[in-house]
């Protein structure tokens, strides 16, 4: 891979995985009801799905799914369903019993989660067609831009997961914890709602 591609291939790793978005999101709630330590298994099943969907898109599952109108819209409806059920989650705990009586998003939810997460879908069929399929080794290639990929998201996963965690702690009065609970709730229905119009 030439110095440009690379460039290119770490800016748009950069832009896919720090912007807005399911997994984002999903972590950083997670983060703010049980804290940083008890989401990373959730970072690590994330970047492990990320992973797989990367493999499987490479190997042409994606572009398949996608021209399956029905599979393609079943996905959507799964993945928004799912925000719709985390924004509520957060929408109704109690402020200062964050995660009281709920389980953890696990290492497992984290990976299977990015099978029915439309953006994931979008940025890894987007990364096999622009730097996965021009080139002579397609297996060296896919197995190189994947793990390029998962190291640059590590730190913008573990950003929007610190920030969780750090609103979490710097929050203490009940009534402002309740706001920004409910900020986060309606932040993760929007980005539900997105979901099933722009993908």
Do not use: E
Request: no cysteine; charged share 10%.
């Amino acid at each position: 891979m030439d110095r440009p591609t690379l460039l290119s291939l770490l800016a748009f790793s950069l832009v896919m995985s720090i912007t807005p978005g399911p997994n984002n999101l999903l972590l950083s709630t997670s983060a703010l009801a049980h804290g940083f330590r008890k989401t990373l298994p959730a970072m690590a099943g994330t970047l492990l799905g990320v992973g797989l969907v990367f493999l499987a898109a490479g190997a042409g599952i994606g572009v398949l799914l996608l021209s399956i109108p029905g599979l393609h819209t079943g996905l959507k409806v799964v993945g928004a369903g799912y925000l719709l059920y985390l924004a509520w989650q957060l929408w109704v705990v109690r402020p200062g019993k964050q995660g009281d009586g709920r389980a953890s998003v696990g290492f497992w939810h984290g990976a299977i989660f990015q099978f029915a997460n439309p953006k994931a879908w979008m940025m890894t069929i987007s990364a096999v067609g622009i730097y996965v399929a021009p080139a002579s080794d397609y297996v060296g290639r896919l197995l190189m831009v994947t793990s390029i990929f998962l190291v640059v998201s590590t730190p913008s996963i573990t950003l929007w997961t610190g920030f969780g965690a750090g609103m979490r702690a710097l929050i203490h009065d009940p009534g402002q914890a309740l706001i920004f609970n409910r900020g986060m709730a309606l932040l993760t229905a929007v980005s539900a709602i997105l979901i099933l119009v722009w993908t």
